[in-house]
């Protein structure tokens, strides 16, 4: 088993077992530094990169993964593998194997327990892997880029991964955060309606517990899907928590985002989530807020949102709930 890493921006990281992976300093470090080397291989055969993404534990993100031609990669929960995911639970000792021959690249999943994907598509037998590809070993997900210009395509998959949750592709708490604060301003400065929506999956423990983790990940990722087709191109979702959603409505009051609650919530109570065999009902509450001339900080309108939340929840779930202005 074979794979190659870039020495001169990254350190051994101790914990992959088998010395041929490696983890960067940090991500703020690699996307101020993008420019630099950008051309190093453009002159080179087409590598293929495998970025992780999405993990468990939020370890590692960012990290990446060289396949040059002949290059055979194993993943799996064992220290042994080139690709090692020790804490990763719903991950196989040895899972899944990358095969670079011929110019591409071939997933094969390895008879694991979990299962591996490509695109939410399960993996049966050998699949060919295209840039761009998501694929997922147990509940880790990785990017797939393979193009000329590797490092290009590279700082701006960090870039993403620095606004964007790796599993449902909304926007993380960290972007979130940074537009609640600016539309919040925005908002107080020129007397404009501001209102946002939290949203929280029901008992969505026992989804987890019941159907598994595998299936917990599909559940977030759809109900992202389902959100995000009613929402506006100024309207900003983010995943703020394990199974909670924002949603930022510019130009928008209560009233206004309680009947897009009431929507979103209709849909999801009168449908279910397929994963696999098994049909998952599953419901959401919502707590909404509005921005008021008593409010001096952007956390005042997301605690408001959090408390009227809770009186959803309080209240038998699957409803909404507005915050007293």
Not at 17 to 25: E, K, L
Not at 27 to 49: C, I, K, Q, V
Not at 181 to 207: C, M, N
């Amino acid at each position: 088993m074979t794979s190659s890493t870039d020495s001169d921006t990254k350190e051994q990281d101790p914990s992959s077992g088998s010395g041929s992976s490696t983890r960067f300093t940090s991500l703020s470090e690699l996307t101020t530094d993008a420019a630099a080397g950008g051309e190093r291989f453009l002159d080179a055969p087409p590598e293929a990169n495998v970025i992780l993404i999405s993990h468990p534990g939020e370890q590692n993100l960012g990290q990446r993964w060289h396949l040059r031609s002949g290059a055979v990669m194993e993943i799996g929960r064992s220290v042994d593998c080139d690709i090692s995911l020790p804490d990763a639970l719903s991950v196989s000792r040895r899972h899944a194997v990358l095969r670079f021959g011929a110019g591409v690249v071939e997933l094969e999943d390895l008879g694991s327990t979990n299962g591996s994907y490509v695109n939410d598509r399960v993996v049966s037998g050998r699949l060919q892997l295209r840039s761009g590809d998501r694929f997922q070993v147990g509940t880790v997900h990785f990017k797939f880029l393979q193009e000329r210009d590797v490092e290009h395509a590279y700082y701006e998959t960090l870039y993403q991964l620095a606004m964007r949750d790796g599993l449902t592709e909304t926007f993380n708490k960290r972007k979130f955060t940074e537009e609640l604060e600016r539309e919040f301003q925005r908002a107080i400065r020129y007397g404009r309606p501001l209102s946002l929506i939290l949203l929280d999956l029901d008992h969505f423990k026992e989804v987890n517990d019941e159907f598994g983790h595998l299936c917990g990940d599909h559940v977030l990722k759809r109900l992202s899907s389902r959100i995000g087709r009613h929402l506006r191109s100024e309207q900003i979702l983010a995943r703020v928590g394990g199974e909670e959603f924002a949603i930022l409505s510019p130009e928008t009051n209560a009233d206004g985002s309680l009947q897009l609650a009431e929507k979103i919530r209709e849909e999801i109570a009168a449908s279910s989530f397929r994963f696999q065999h098994w049909e998952i009902d599953a419901t959401c509450s919502f707590g909404i807020s509005e921005v008021t001339s008593l409010m001096e900080e952007s956390e005042q309108l997301f605690e408001a949102a959090d408390r009227a939340l809770y009186v959803a929840k309080d209240e038998g779930r699957n409803r909404c709930s507005v915050a007293d202005s």
